[in-house]
């Protein structure tokens, strides 16, 4: 970074996926250069497709989990290629693992050689179905290591440790960010999270799927608000855990009624199995990045929703 704490070469993995494109197209605007650090395993060139003739952006469509390297000066490897969708790390066990251990491992290397920061894109799923309410950095999770969703969970909690380890015997210098769900334009339509199934389902004028009694509640982050808080940890000289998330609760029910409504659509909501060791309660204290990054969300959630909305409706019906 320069004198002015601005990313002059930043390497970002997964920066194909939802979150790590606006990630990219952030950092592009703000003038560093991207290498984006990819294998399109959930992602997808279309993310990029707005960068493909930007002289400032580099695809290296290449798995993290084997040892890779990038040739030149890098001043900040933020770390996002992972699986993240529950049905996407249901279909990945493995390679989800992988990305957690081996990429973080090579991502941290990475940052290593290159005298680099480090940022490593954890989850608020580390706090597993959580006995404190709301999640504070301070709790350490209620994780079942076996259950269906420990690829995904263990795999961020090693990464976690990984991250921490390399901080305290290496001395890089590394932040831990823990991402609360965050939606907006670029989910895939179906990648089984609430917000794009309820839209999709919606727009099409189909059944509402709601899963259980639609009790449990979430807390869900526009992506913009998402990657400033990413890049404000990024570029501050704190070592985390840090909460990014919106800490405005909603049952998944009332989520699914907003949808609706905001679509305009008259389908009927239905209730149907709910997956296990789904999360009862998620939301995030945000008080930790208040008070040191001074971040919190700004889009509020009916804008949010309604750009979102906007963006798959102009999908292709068949790409819905
Ligand atoms: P995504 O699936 O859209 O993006 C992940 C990207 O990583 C994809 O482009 C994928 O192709 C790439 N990838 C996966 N494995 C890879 C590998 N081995 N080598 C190279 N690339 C690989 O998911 P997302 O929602 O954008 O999530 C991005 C990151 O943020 C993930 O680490 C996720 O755990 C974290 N996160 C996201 C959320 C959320 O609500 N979206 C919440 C918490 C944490």
Redesign the pocket.
């Known amino acids: 970074m320069d004198e002015g704490g601005r990313v002059r070469r930043a390497v970002v993995?997964?920066?194909?996926?939802?979150?790590?494109?606006h990630l990219c197209d952030r950092l592009r605007e703000e003038g560093a250069e991207v290498v984006c650090?990819?294998?399109?395993?959930?992602?997808?060139l279309d993310?990029i497709d707005g960068r493909r003739d930007d002289p400032g952006f580099t695809l290296d469509r290449?798995?993290?989990?084997d040892a890779f390297d990038v040739p030149g000066p890098v001043d900040l490897v933020l770390?996002?290629?992972?699986?993240?969708?529950p049905h996407?790390y249901a279909r990945?066990p493995l390679?989800?693992l992988?990305?957690g251990a081996h990429?973080t491992q090579n991502a941290l290397e990475l940052a290593h050689r290159k005298g680099a920061r480090f940022l490593l894109?954890?989850?608020?799923?580390v706090y597993g179905d959580p006995l404190v309410h709301p999640q504070v950095e301070s709790y350490w999770g209620n994780v079942n290591p076996v259950g269906p969703r420990s690829q995904?969970d263990e795999a961020?909690r090693y990464a976690e440790a990984l991250t921490t380890a390399y901080r305290s015997t290496k001395g890089v210098d590394t932040v831990i960010v823990?991402?609360?769900?965050?939606?907006g334009p670029?989910?895939?339509p179906k990648?089984g999270?609430a917000v794009p199934t309820f839209i999709t389902q919606a727009l099409a004028g189909e059944p509402l799927t709601v899963a259980g009694d639609g009790a449990q509640t979430r807390s869900?982050?526009y992506?913009d608000d998402?990657v400033s808080g990413i890049l404000a940890a990024a570029v501050s000289g704190q070592q985390g855990p840090i909460n990014l998330g919106n800490p405005v609760e909603l049952s998944v029910l009332d989520l699914a009624r907003h949808v609706r409504d905001l679509c305009r659509s008259e389908s009927p909501i239905v209730f149907v199995e709910r997956p296990g060791d789904d999360p009862s309660l998620r939301r995030p204290d945000i008080g930790l990045a208040r008070s040191v990054l001074g971040w919190q969300p700004v889009v509020d959630f009916d804008k949010g929703l309604a750009l979102t909305i906007d963006w798959f409706s102009r999908l292709p019906v068949s790409g819905r």
């Open positions: 993995t997964g920066g194909a996926g939802f979150v790590g494109s650090v990819d294998n399109l395993l959930t992602g997808s993310n290449r798995d993290v989990s770390h996002l290629a992972s699986p993240a969708s996407d990945h390679e989800t992988r990305a990429g894109a954890s989850t608020s799923e995904y961020k823990r991402l609360f769900n965050t939606y670029r989910m895939r990648d999270r869900i982050c992506v998402t």
